[in-house]
């Protein structure tokens, strides 16, 4: 898949009617986007190649799964989804690249379990229902069967992946609490802006694969995201909570991306919160970041930059990427986190130094 211009991306997106009062993201002396050469650099391009190689021949299993065996939060539905798409962001799916298998093999794997579940269409692990990260795990599945359901050569794989794709994204939707919200379980409940986020992303992607989404579903969703903005432009975990931290907040920008807001005071505010923690070659992280926050903000902050291009990405990216390049184990060359493991940080890091590459249609623009 070729990259497009942003503002072709724009217009598309605007006419995909995502939301109310989409608009294109200008700037004054927008010197638009570098180039990928200038910015996936011979060091970045090796260190992204060993780290598709370890997902690949040291963590994927059998079954599709991607897992660290010390960890129980790996193998899920959610990471072995965010290593696939780190595998798709450099070129690899099922009728090309080097990995290809591998990543049809993780499809294989996200479908079964959403077949296997107690909750039919649930794209969970089913030994991990109770887990706050069940929702968070079919949030990503539902994403990445977006991305990948079209590149299967197959017709009957291709219609095999775009059925769960339309039934789980049927699931999300009854999800969806009163107040626009998602929170841990595929039943409207309690609801939080995080896993919003994760349904919404989904949402759009899905839609962008032609799936039916109701425009009321994206329109709460952005209401509740809107209701968790303070005043400092950054977002509080829950509507009528207090307090804003970066990786949320990022998350929360993105949200409101997917929806196809690409201006107004609540993306300018937003991007100036967010502003505050771009990376510094002396500091490895922003102050507020918790460790196992890391990843999970970054990957939404990088791609909140590249959605706003200009001078938000031409400076946040070089950046991140120095800190990245500096985070890696260096005696295996990939990246760890201490509570999700090698599999989801070498997978979130590799999606952020790939996002150049502009291969997947939810990182296009």
């Known amino acids: ?22 608009a ?18 011979p060091d970045t391009q090796a260190a992204i190649d060993a780290g598709l190689a370890y997902l690949v021949t040291r963590l994927q299993g059998p079954d599709g799964s991607f897992s660290d065996a010390r960890n129980a939060n790996s ?5 072995t989804s965010l290593a696939a798409l780190a595998l798709m962001c450099g070129g690899h799916h099922p009728s090309r690249g080097k990995y290809g298998k591998a990543v049809a093999k ?15 269409n649930y794209l969970a692990n089913a030994d991990q229902l109770d887990s706050h990260t069940s929702m968070y795990q079919h949030g990503f599945s539902a994403l990445f069967l977006a991305e990948v359901h079209g590149t299967f050569p197959e017709v009957d794989r291709r219609g095999r992946t775009r059925d769960m794709l339309e ?12 107040r626009g919200g998602w929170r841990y379980t595929p039943t409207p409940g309690m609801d939080d802006v995080s896993v919003t986020v994760a349904q919404l992303m989904a949402l759009r992607a899905a839609k962008n694969a ?9 329109d709460k969703a ?30 929360a920008v993105v949200g409101l991306y997917s929806a196809g807001i690409y201006d107004g005071e609540a993306i300018r505010s937003g991007l100036a919160y967010l502003n505050q923690f771009r ?18 903000g970054h990957y939404y902050a990088a791609l909140a930059m590249w959605t706003a291009g200009g001078n938000y990405w031409n400076d946040w990216f070089p950046a991140i990427r120095t800190e990245l390049l500096l985070r890696r184990e260096q005696a295996s060359g990939v990246w760890d986190d201490r509570i999700f493991g090698t599999a989801y940080a070498t997978a979130m890091a590799c999606i952020i130094l790939q996002l150049p590459n502009n291969y997947l249609p939810i990182m296009q623009k």
């Open 1 to 22: 898949m070729s990259p497009i211009s942003r503002r072709s991306f724009l217009r598309s997106s605007a006419a995909l009617g995502m939301g109310a009062g989409v």
């Open 24 to 41: 294109l993201i200008t700037h004054a002396a927008d010197p638009g986007p570098k180039s990928t050469d200038d910015l996936v650099t």
């Open 75 to 79: 193998g899920n539905t959610g990471i």
């Open 106 to 120: 993780a499809a294989e794997y996200v479908i079964t379990s959403g077949r296997r579940n107690k909750t039919p």
């Open 167 to 178: 039934k789980s994204i049927a699931l999300t939707v009854k999800a969806q609490n009163q």
């Open 210 to 218: 032609g799936v039916y989404v109701d425009k009321a579903v994206v």
């Open 222 to 251: 952005v209401e509740y995201i809107k209701a968790c903005q303070g005043r400092d432009g950054g977002f509080a975990y829950i509507k009528d909570q207090l307090g804003s931290l970066f990786p949320r907040s990022a998350a």
């Open 279 to 296: 990376p510094r070659a002396n500091r490895l992280g922003p102050p507020d970041i918790r460790p196992e926050h890391y990843y999970y």
